[in-house]
């Protein structure tokens, strides 16, 4: 799961402190929404763990936008 916006971030943490679960397999990613996405569809595709995944999409903050 991709957020890029503050609210975003609190509203998926406050539904999980309520004791609602991410289900299995998914993660909470604060990453750039597009680049982020387009990052970690890449890194799946080319076969890549979900931990390989998440790191490229929080990655996608430092890339550098000429």
């Avoid at 943490?13 to 982020?36: H, Q, S, T, Y």
Wanted: aromatic fraction near 4%; avoid cysteine.
């Amino acid at each position: 799961m991709l957020v890029d916006l503050g609210s975003a971030v609190l509203t998926v943490k406050a539904l999980l402190a309520e004791g609602d679960e991410l289900p299995d397999g998914a993660r909470l990613v604060d990453a750039p929404f597009v680049e982020g996405a387009v990052a970690a569809v890449v890194t799946a595709s080319a076969g890549a763990d979900l931990d390989a995944v998440e790191a490229a999409a929080r990655e996608a903050y430092d890339y550098r936008k000429v």
